[in-house]
């Protein structure tokens, strides 16, 4: 197992407006890294100047005396690469990839990642959710989440808003009021 300080952990996107910035000559594949080497490939991504992104949460693990931080991949084993045929072939080589997956939307693709920026930006509680292919989709019409689009879900009285990524087939669920939602048409 490879661990990383909690000071030393990459950044979520790189560079920082990979979401937003034209892609140019370069293409948006869903990397499979093998076990455990989200942030070390991360880490190797960025100082070899290849896009990528990295969603993370912080969870808090309390032990005897003390409570431990760590930063964890939101979508365990996946990193989102942005690049051409020559930085594919450098990531490939970092040793820390079991597979590539080449992505038929790259457009759908990144409309779904900006979901989950938009969600992890705003410091919502997200926790990690079985894919989700049936059920109610919806839009949030107020407050830090207005017009995230994603499947409810009713769990012990609460509703979790569900946001997937297809192609990985993983999902992440957040919490939300049932009434700031409404149904997609």
């Known amino acids: 197992m490879m661990t990383i300080s909690v000071n030393r952990n990459p950044e979520a996107c790189f560079p920082e407006n990979i979401l937003s910035a034209p892609w140019k000559d370069k293409r948006w594949r869903v990397v499979h890294t093998k076990s455990r080497r989200e942030k070390i490939l991360a880490h190797y991504l960025a100082g070899a100047g290849i896009g990528y992104y990295l969603p993370m949460v912080c969870r ?3 032990s005897e ?5 760590s930063y964890i991949p939101i979508f365990s084993g996946y990193l989102f690469l942005l690049a051409d045929d020559s930085e594919r072939h450098r ?3 970092s040793n820390h990839i079991a597979r590539m997956i080449d992505v038929g939307d790259e457009a759908g693709l990144v409309g779904e990642l900006k979901q989950i920026a938009v969600v992890l930006a705003g410091g919502t509680q997200v926790y990690p959710y079985d894919f989700i292919t049936e059920g ?5 019409k107020s407050g830090p989440l207005k017009d995230v689009v994603g499947m409810v879900v009713r769990k012990d009285r609460n509703y979790r808003l569900i946001l997937s990524v297809e192609i990985i087939m993983q999902s992440v669920a957040v919490a939300i009021d049932a009434d700031q939602v409404e149904p997609i048409k």
Do not use: F, I, L
């Open 91 to 93: 990531a490939m080589r």
């Open 65 to 69: 005396n003390r409570v431990r931080v």
């Open 60 to 62: 808090k693990q309390k």
């Open 136 to 140: 109610k989709w919806v839009r949030v």
